[in-house]
């Protein structure tokens, strides 16, 4: 575009935001967020927005609903301000995870939050490992997805990996772990998991040869563990060498972080900072996926292809 860029960082993630614009070399433009005796929000963005390509830096991250709202607020103050775009940079998109109606009488949340972003005034959106690669279709505006497989395997790669294997913790994610494994050069197993509800999993099985290897367990996402938690056990019962966990976002409530740490047979838990990191722990590896973002905020800008970016 010939549109000068302004970006605005909510409060969900301000040291992502700043080490974004620290790449592109552009100033981080303030936001004054005031909550009214009534505890509305109120939002003002503190730069001109006139026919400026405006990117909202706000992944929906707890507390979700005050970060989803300060978006939509944000959104709607540069529609208003008359900008020539508005692009949501939510490195981590919480309700990608209500993307199916599996009970009587629930929302599928994912859809409506879509609707709700693009009512506000989102024209563009800029997200990374959703949930499930169908929530990309909840949108009605152009979407690029993004995935933090490649800076995962960098890490990985320096590792010794002679006797390696990625393993997927349940089937919906093989297609992500199998991508990753590629990358690496690995074989690839898969766990057959069947979700009981929101904090129970029931693992069966797992397809693959994993027993005496150094396991790479991959998935997209780690709020309570519960998955991960209930796999070391089936892991042990196959006597591997070594158990490492990889994720996107690691959310980590619930002390999830301190109970798979406490696991004598995992040596290493890494994550990235899509979403605020826990307090520093001496198994975690935070990996930064700014430098990702800020090139695919700038080939936006610049009206250039993004998909290169997930070119092996």
Do not use: W
């Not at 860029?5 to 100033?27: D, K, T, Y």
């Not at 944000?74 to 599996?102: L, N, Q, W």
């Not at 939050?113 to 990309?136: I, Q």
């Not at 979407?143 to 002679?162: G, N, P, T």
């Amino acid at each position: 575009m010939d549109t000068e860029i302004v970006i605005f960082g909510g409060s969900a993630h301000p040291a992502l935001a700043g080490e974004i614009c620290a790449q592109l070399g552009v100033a981080l433009s303030a936001v004054r967020l005031t909550r009214f005796a009534n505890d509305c929000l109120e939002v003002q963005l503190q730069a001109n927005c006139r026919e400026r390509d405006v990117f909202l830096i706000q992944p929906l991250v707890p507390p979700v609903q005050e970060n989803l709202v300060e978006l939509l607020l944000m959104a709607d103050a540069a529609r208003g301000a008359s900008a020539a775009r508005v692009t949501a940079v939510m490195s981590h998109y919480a309700y990608a995870r209500s993307d199916k109606k599996d009970a009587p009488r629930i929302s599928i949340g994912g859809r409506l939050v879509a609707d709700l972003l693009v009512t506000a005034g989102v024209n563009r959106v800029l997200t990374l490992t959703l949930h499930s690669p169908e929530v990309h279709g909840f949108f009605s505006v152009p979407v690029d997805h993004l995935h933090a497989l490649r800076e995962l395997a960098d890490h990985f790669r320096r590792r010794d990996l002679s006797n390696a294997v990625v393993l997927s913790p349940d089937l919906g994610y093989a297609k992500s772990a199998a991508a990753f494994a590629r990358r690496l050069g690995l074989p690839v197993a898969a766990a057959a998991k069947e979700r009981l509800s929101d904090n129970k999993v029931s693992i069966s099985a797992i397809i693959g040869e994993v027993a005496d290897r150094d396991v790479i367990v991959v998935d997209d996402e780690i709020a309570r563990g519960t998955t991960v938690l209930e796999l070391l056990s089936l892991l042990r019962q196959q006597e591997v060498r070594s158990i490492s966990i990889a994720c996107t976002h690691g959310l980590f409530a619930d002390g999830a972080l301190e109970k798979l740490a406490a696991a004598e047979d995992v040596t290493e838990i890494v994550s990235t900072n899509s979403v605020p990191a826990p307090t520093s722990h001496a198994k975690l590896t935070v990996l930064s996926v700014a430098p990702a973002l800020a090139e695919a905020i700038r080939r936006t800008h610049d009206g250039q292809s993004v998909s290169v970016l997930f070119e092996h």
